[in-house]
């Protein structure tokens, strides 16, 4: 953790809502599915960034997979995020950004326990147009566990050519979704809109997470 | 003092009362046969204490799901508050029903049997003020989770302060030297939107209990979680002084009724500075000791004191 996130800690003392978004940038996303996950990541940013309490609260990081596997923003809160710019190459390591991804919460758990932060349940949520090319067995695994035992939410979106069988396989609790082309940007925005509505709950609510109608194919 | 002369400089104006705002009728003295008495002793305690409703449920057309009550006795008081759950869809009945429950026992055992002669006996009377709590959510015959409420309860007696916390809320004990703490803990799950409610299997294993010597305590206040934001730096896990400094200065100050306490304290918990923090319902409720003075006449010593009934 760096000093300046230390700061960002001690002043600002709502509690957390973290979110790491998991997003395939394997060549095949080239064009404009990578152009449009870009777009929509932004609009994500804006959104999130018109909520006076949301951007306070909620912490963004950020993995790309494409070839390797880069943090390409770490946890941050929402007032403090810049959206990254994606770029499509190389293969899809799912398996490992999953991994990363339940290790960077875990030390993010640490921190704001050190920190003495409350905190929202994280959400990883995963967009991918393809199928894992390394070992994912291992890490879809240790997510049933993680989810199993309430320490993360985890939603997989598949963009057109994706292996829905086998993103099943991974994403147990919560069937993937499959994302009406190419509403990148309404997906995004329904995201912020969650983790607006996780970000506002209180003690005691249960959220209520907007309709998906307007991207998600309702499976038939 | 910020927060006195904002209680001041408030002018009434009947269009900041919220009527969900205003308090609940402090419930009179159980005994029915206890003579009119110009003077309440309550052990030398004086209370002030409302519920007021969150702009979120003016908003949404919900009403205040925060209940509480102040129970005056002859030799202390009984302050309880509930903060029904945002997912129950009675909500603010459960609240009622759990205090009333919990008020029903404490009330009726420090009558039938006097105080506890130990601290032991005190954490007893807790633990049955908790049942009595569940038994009286359960008697609606509801699903009980749609009845989720959670619940404080502080009995100050004699010379003993008793605490019984579950779920959220803070209970803020203000010592001689005007020194502030939390008398117990809030059981909370690992995440900021989880709680255990009187309803919840594990109500009375995680519920935070204390029984302690009165005499150090000057001030005692419980609110919900809804004033947390406003009242307690959350990070250190400890309630404000700027804060809470000035309300016990405030309610202890003897110029102002009681009646205008309330009302002032009611148009501080609705007001803008609080409503842009926070959006839940709110509830505060304060006992302070009184004066010297009354403290001579009505306070600490046996409840028989002739004097008592000047």
Not at chain 1, 27 to 50: C, P, V
Not at chain 2, 169 to 179: F, I, L, M, P, Q
């Amino acid at each position: 953790m760096t000093q300046l996130d230390e700061i960002q800690m001690a002043v600002n003392p709502e509690p957390r809502a973290p979110c790491v978004l998991l997003l395939d940038s394997s060549y095949s996303m080239a064009g404009d599915s990578i152009a449009q996950l870009n777009d929509g990541l932004r609009a994500f940013e804006e959104d999130l960034k018109g909520d006076s309490q949301a951007s306070q609260r909620v912490e963004v990081a950020v993995f790309s997979f494409g070839g390797t596997v880069d943090l390409m923003q770490d946890f941050t809160v929402v007032s403090a995020f810049d959206a990254p710019t994606l770029m499509a190459s190389g293969n899809t390591p799912m398996g490992e950004a999953i991994d990363r991804a339940l290790d960077l919460i875990e030390d993010r758990k640490a921190t704001y326990k050190r920190a003495n932060l409350n905190y929202f349940r994280p959400w990883v949520f995963l967009v991918t147009d393809g199928a894992p090319t390394d070992e994912w067995q291992a890490a879809a695994d240790r997510l049933e566990r993680e989810e199993e035992r309430g320490a993360v939410v985890f939603f997989a979106v598949g963009v057109d050519g994706a292996d829905f069988e086998l993103l099943a396989q991974i994403s147990r609790k919560r069937p993937p979704v499959k994302l009406l082309n190419p509403r990148f940007k309404e997906m995004f925005l329904w995201l912020s809109q969650s983790q607006k509505q996780v970000s506002a709950s209180r003690p005691g609510d249960q959220v209520q997470l907007p309709s998906s109608d307007g991207w998600a194919e309702v499976p038939t | 003092m910020r927060l006195v002369s904002a209680l001041l400089d408030m002018v009434w104006r009947r269009s900041a009362w919220d009527p969900e705002g205003i308090p609940e009728p402090v419930a009179k003295e159980a005994r029915p046969s206890a003579p009119p008495r110009r003077h309440r002793p309550t052990g030398g305690w004086r209370t002030v204490g409302c519920s007021v409703r969150g702009t979120s449920h003016r908003a949404a057309g919900t009403p205040c799901e925060d209940v509480s009550t102040i129970v005056a006795l002859e030799r202390g008081l009984v302050l309880a508050v509930a903060d029904g759950a945002g997912s129950a869809a009675w909500a603010r009945l459960g609240a009622t029903r759990a205090i009333g429950g919990a008020c029903e026992v404490a009330v009726g055992r420090l009558f039938r049997d006097g105080a506890p002669a130990d601290a032991e006996g005190w954490d007893r009377l807790l633990i049955e003020c908790l049942q009595g709590a569940r038994r009286a959510v359960e008697a609606e015959g509801e699903a009980v989770h749609e009845l989720a409420s959670t619940l404080l309860v502080a009995i100050l007696y004699d010379d003993t302060l008793a605490v019984a916390q579950v779920g959220d809320g803070w209970v803020v004990a203000e010592d001689r030297e005007g020194g502030l703490r939390a008398v117990t803990r809030p059981a909370k799950g690992e995440y900021f939107n989880e709680t255990v409610f009187v309803t919840s299997s594990s109500y009375l294993e995680s519920a935070s209990r204390s029984v302690e010597p009165a005499e150090e305590v000057t001030g005692l206040a419980l609110l919900s979680d809804g004033l947390e934001m406003v009242a307690c730096e959350l990070a250190a896990g400890r309630p404000h002084a700027g804060f809470f400094g000035p309300l016990f200065a405030y309610v202890r100050d003897p110029s102002d009724s009681s009646a205008v306490k309330c009302r002032a304290l009611v148009r501080l918990l609705d007001s803008e500075q609080v409503n842009c923090r926070t959006s839940d319902d709110k509830t505060l409720l304060v006992a302070v000791r009184g004066s010297r003075l009354e403290n001579q006449v009505s306070g600490f010593g046996p409840a028989q004191d002739p004097r008592a009934d000047r």
